[in-house]
C-alpha cells in the first residue's frame, strides 16, 4: 500500500464523492424507509455529513483487506473520517454566517472540498504516524459508535439546528 498510497487515497476520494452523490438522492428517489441508515432523508447539515460518513466507512472497510503496510489503519481513517465530516458543519456554518444563504454550487462545493480533506489529511498521516493496537480498537468503535447515531438520529434527531431540514422545517424523516 505505501507505494500506492496517493492512488488507493484518490479512489477512496472518489468512491466517496460519487457515491455520496448517489446517497443524496437515493432515498427520495426510492421512498424506501431502510436506506434512510445509509443515504440523506433531508436536506439538514446532519444528513448531509452522513453522505461523507457512510461512503468514506464503507471504502475504508474495503482498504482494510488489503492494508498490509500500516498498524495505524483504523486510527488514521478515524481521524480522515472526522475531519471529511465536521467539515460539512464548519464550512457550512461560517460561509453562511458571513454570506447569508448559500447556493446549490456553494453546498456541492462545500461537500467535495469536505471529502478532500479528510483523504488529503490520510495521506500525510499514513507516512507519518506509528500506532499502538490498542489505538486501533478503540479507533474502530468509535467510528461503529458514530454511525450508530447516524442512524439512531436520522429517525429521531434532537430538535437543534443541526437537524433542521431548511426546506421542510422538519426533522428527521419528513416524508
Not at 481513517?77 to 447556493?103: E, H, N, Q
Not at 453546498?107 to 480533506?117: H, Q, T
Not at 454511525?147 to 431548511?166: E, G, S, V
Amino acid at each position: 500500500m505505501k507505494k500506492n498510497l496517493f492512488v488507493i487515497e484518490f479512489i477512496g476520494l472518489t468512491f466517496t464523492a460519487v457515491l455520496g452523490t448517489i446517497l443524496h438522492f437515493l432515498y427520495e428517489w426510492t421512498g424506501l424507509k431502510g436506506l434512510a441508515v445509509i443515504s440523506a432523508v433531508n436536506e439538514s447539515t446532519w444528513e448531509h455529513m452522513k453522505l461523507v460518513f457512510v461512503p468514506y466507512f464503507i471504502f475504508a472497510v474495503a482498504q482494510s483487506f488489503f492494508n498490509k503496510d500500516y498498524n495505524n489503519f483504523w486510527f488514521i481513517k478515524l481521524i480522515g473520517i472526522l475531519t471529511s465530516t465536521i467539515s460539512i458543519p464548519i464550512l457550512f456554518y461560517t460561509l453562511t454566517g458571513s454570506f447569508g444563504t448559500l447556493s446549490a454550487v456553494v453546498n456541492i462545493i462545500i461537500f467535495f472540498v469536505s471529502v478532500f480533506n479528510g483523504y488529503f489529511l490520510e495521506i500525510y498521516l499514513f507516512n507519518k504516524i506509528k500506532g499502538k493496537k490498542w489505538l486501533e480498537w478503540i479507533s474502530v468503535a468509535v467510528i461503529i459508535a458514530i454511525f450508530i447515531l447516524f442512524i439512531i438520529f436520522t429517525f429521531y434527531p434532537p430538535k437543534i439546528p443541526l437537524f433542521l431540514d431548511p426546506v421542510t422545517k422538519g426533522y428527521g424523516i419528513t416524508k
